[in-house]
């Protein structure tokens, strides 16, 4: 079974450029999370997706950030424009969802790390 | 809200001797608690989950964690460790429904010395 699919791996760019991270999850799977993660600290959600719906977006930073989830399959997260404090890695996980035995276990991509100069 | 509390941000152990990480959570219902690890460059990997039943539960890699509601602690043990489990390790707290959302720790980095 393919695992969760991110790229690119790694992206530099200057303050203010945008940028853009791509996710293709595990088939079949409903829900969808993109998290952030700096350096030294745990995994903080950014957003999450069930099929093409938002399910909770409280965390995102709106004035820069977006992301999208048309045909409820692959999603990708954009920032523009970047910040200095962006720089982080982006993690992609997914789960099945609903129905008796859903443990909630996340599956995550190897991540997009972003760079901002 | 839910929130997951990892006291000790690097732990150095010497190989073969055994390990404990902390791993202390706040959550309004009946959790669902997980560990992950994470090498450098890498995703993180699931190690164990505890969801309901025996408060013991085994996982990957000689893995074990224990679940104590009275202490809302989920404290992950091995009894001996190889220089390979340097890694950093993340405990997270969901609710385990559709939309379940886990929140992570802050993590611990775990240091093997020879």
């Known amino acids: 079974e393919a695992g969760v699919a991110q790229s690119p791996r790694y992206k530099i760019i200057e303050k203010r450029q945008s940028v853009a991270f791509w996710c293709n999850p595990i088939?079949?799977?409903?829900?969808l999370y993109w998290y952030q993660q700096i350096l030294g600290q745990g995994p903080k959600l950014l957003i999450q997706f069930q099929n093409n719906g938002v399910v909770d977006d409280s965390q995102l930073p709106k004035d820069r950030f977006s992301a999208e989830r048309l045909k409820g399959v692959d999603s990708t997260l954009k920032i523009q424009p970047a910040k200095l404090e962006d720089s982080a890695v982006y993690l992609c996980?997914?789960?099945?969802?609903?129905?008796?035995?859903?443990?909630?276990?996340?599956?995550f991509g190897e991540g997009s790390r972003l760079t901002v100069l | 809200a839910q929130s997951v509390t990892q006291p000790d941000i690097h732990i150095t152990v010497s190989e073969g001797a055994s390990l404990e990480l902390r791993c202390n959570y706040s959550y309004g219902a009946t959790p669902y608690l997980f560990w992950y690890v994470q090498s450098p460059g890498q995703g993180l990997q699931l190690l164990l989950k505890y969801f309901s039943g025996d408060t013991l539960v085994q996982g990957i890699k000689g893995f074990e964690a224990e679940f104590k509601r009275s202490q809302s602690s989920f404290n992950l043990r091995k009894p001996s460790v190889h220089w390979s489990d340097a890694a950093e390790y993340f405990c997270a707290v969901g609710g385990g429904s559709g939309y379940s959302t886990l929140t992570f720790g802050k993590g611990t980095m775990l240091l093997v010395s020879p």
């Open positions: 088939s079949g799977h409903a829900t």
């Open positions: 996980a997914s789960s099945s969802s609903g129905g008796a035995g859903d443990t909630g276990e996340l599956f």
